[in-house]
């Protein structure tokens, strides 16, 4: 029996060692990418006076850490975002690990001030597109993402700019595939050479 309570004692001690009194959970602990697994190259993430700062070739960075054992379904994620000049990134979810290429599963919310893709920050890639753009590049800024059933809402500094509920989506491809609302991990993304981005403060809600 005694045991038995130890076991329960460090079990909440390492929920709760991650857990704030809010709810938020970190997702990174600004030392290192323990908990993040990057694919193709990964010299292009690095961690800088407790920032992830992405330079470098394609790559992206999957979280496979102990929080929920790494799956989400509904969800609140939130991060501070700092982007260069031209830069590009992206924050995926309900994805899943893997070796090369743009991730097949999940959806991506785009990262993007003023790189020539047209789609900005905020969008739900090529399904909601956010054509305005609210941030300016070199400041920090916070990317909300929320996911409750399939109705999806992203907000900037606070500021709602898209919402997507996926079956009301009358216009949606017939070979979207696995980019579907379903359940998954996250990942940053590090999208070209010349793209240099920040992040900081990533955290996760875990939603009823």
Known sequence: MKKLLVILFLLSFSFHSFAQKDGWISLFNGKNLDGWKVSENPSSFIVVDGE?????????????????????????????????????????????????????????????????DWRKTGSLYSFNDVKEVYVKDGEWYTE???????????????????EYIESEDKNRPANAGEKKIDKGTFALQAHDPESVIYYRNIKVKILD
């Open 52 to 116: 992830i700062k992405i330079d470098g070739p394609r790559a992206h960075a999957f979280y496979v850490g102990d929080v929920n054992n790494g799956e989400f379904k509904d969800f609140e994620f939130i991060a501070e975002v700092k982007t260069m000049p031209k830069a590009n990134s992206g924050i995926f979810f309900h994805t899943a690990y893997q070796e090369s290429g743009w991730p097949n599963k999940g959806y991506e919310v785009q990262v993007n001030q003023t790189h020539s």
């Open 144 to 162: 909300h993402i929320i996911v409750k059933g399939d109705h999806v809402t992203v907000k900037i500094n606070g500021k709602t700019v898209m």
